[in-house]
């Protein structure tokens, strides 16, 4: 019996024991876990959001359609994400369909809505009986609904997209630009100056300006190639005016008039003739690609070939300009702007078509952090990258213009410090690297 006793209390003492032994490791186990969690959010670090693309967004279109160079972009109040694209650019072999040679491919509907899981909504594209652009360009979504439309065609209409006379051999040039080009500064008559306004599908319920009617920046009744429309908490129209004029405009959606104008630094708009690449120049270039409201009374301006982006207040008062890629040529390096989804929209999200990055600037020091994307094809990476949005969740979806042709979305992954997201060095497919000095 005294044997079975002490067996029992040494069995007693030994469970005791491992307890205590298990109860110790967890809490060592625990404290690492707090000591890694407060090392990789130590104060000081510099904490910076991630995303990866989501591959299997948008879900396959019907009908044979497919986008061409996709050159607007938008998120409404429900979160659904809409985009404008250029069914013009598609190439010969891309629309076999349209002309009955084969089962694909057919341009879609110039105006395509999404929902978040990437289903295919509301679509319409030109109808007869109102003036429609010759190069689509920007599309926004107003707090109530209606759709608008901006454009930067200079040529005039050219044949249907996809028809035999598209691609007819001796078919003669057409004046201005191309379809699917971004040039910028066209003298002469201007087709696309106007804006457009119309319901969900597709009823046309308005218009700025009125086709080939500008006379030049300091019009008061039309605009000259926008690049982009977006609006103040007010209601008020903002336009990125643009590809063909050298200001912002402002304008009141339901009178459709002009409420202001500006040029860089706040001053007069000017058309005399400005060379690109200079991120001093006394006047915007072209494009002035787009002109983004912040939610505490700001106004980012993309002053594109330029490579610069300029602050201003919603009246037009001049507050700063930012450099962004000097050295880029081409296209330029500010293309669009878009702003993460926190109160104080801390971080804000620059495209960058020539130089194929998104970049992640700090909004109050106006620093870069860190840039995301490269060239390529794959999901994540980019050609031509142009529009570039965030959702209430903090999503970021862009576009690609010339043969990009393809709308993407990537998700947020939460915040990370900064050495860690550097030392990444890719997430997905997207390659990521530090700011320049």
């Known amino acids: 019996m005294r044997n079975i006793m002490r067996s029992r209390k040494f069995m007693l003492a030994a469970g005791v024991a491992g307890v205590l032994a298990i109860l110790a490791t967890g809490q060592a186990a625990l404290h690492q876990n707090i000591i890694g969690s407060a090392n990789a959010q130590a104060p000081g670090a510099i904490m910076v959001p991630v995303f990866r693309a989501d591959g299997n967004w948008p879900k396959p279109l019907p009908n044979g359609w497919v986008i061409g160079s996709t050159i607007g972009l938008a998120v409404d109040t429900k979160d659904n994400v809409w985009i404008v694209h250029r069914p013009g650019t598609l190439a010969q072999k891309e629309s ?70 598209q691609f007819a051999p001796r078919r003669p040039a057409t004046p201005g630009a191309t379809p699917g080009a971004e040039g910028g500064g066209e003298a002469g008559r201007y087709h696309d100056s106007f804006i457009l306004k119309f319901s969900q599908d597709g009823q046309f319920l308005g218009e700025i300006g009125t086709p080939n009617g500008s006379k030049g920046s ?128 801390k971080f804000m999200y620059i495209s960058d078509g020539t130089n194929e990055k998104i970049h992640v600037w700090d909004r109050a020091s106006m620093k870069e952090l860190y840039w995301f994307g490269g060239g390529g094809r794959q999901p994540g990476q980019f050609y031509a990258v142009h529009s570039i949005v965030t959702d209430s969740k903090g999503d970021i979806f862009t576009t690609e213009t010339y043969e990009g042709k393809r709308v993407q979305k990537f998700l947020y992954k939460g915040l990370k410090p900064l050495s860690q997201v550097l030392a990444m060095k890719t997430t997905g497919n997207s390659m990521i690297g530090e700011a320049k000095p």
């Not at 991120?279 to 912040?294: I, K, L, R, T, W």
């Not at 602050?311 to 700063?320: A, C, E, I, M, P």
């Open 218 to 345: 300091l019009d008061t009744e039309n605009v000259r190639g926008v690049a982009q429309i977006r609006f103040l908490p007010d209601g008020t129209l903002v336009a990125a005016d643009g590809y063909g004029n050298h200001r912002v405009s402002e304008w009141d959606p339901v009178t459709m008039k002009l409420k202001r104008m500006w040029g860089a630094y706040g001053k007069p708009p000017s058309d005399d003739p400005i060379p690109h690449y200079n991120p001093d120049s006394p006047q915007f270039g072209n494009p002035v690609h787009c002109a983004e409201p912040s939610g505490d009374g700001l106004i980012y301006v993309c002053d594109r070939t330029n490579n610069r982006i300029q602050v201003f207040k919603f009246d037009g008062s001049y507050v700063n300009q930012y450099p962004i890629e000097v050295d880029s040529r081409g296209d330029g390096s500010a293309w669009e702007i878009a702003f993460s989804k926190d109160a104080a929209q």
């Open 96 to 165: 076999y369909l349209t002309r009955h040679e084969a089962d694909c491919c057919t341009a879609a509907p110039d105006v395509l809505e999404f929902d978040q899981k990437g289903n295919l909504m509301h679509h319409f594209g030109q109808v007869a009986g109102h003036d429609w652009p010759s190069s689509n360009h920007g599309v926004t979504v107003d707090k109530a609904g209606n759709v608008w439309l901006g454009a930067n065609g200079a040529a005039q209409p050219g044949p249907p997209a996809g028809s035999a006379e």
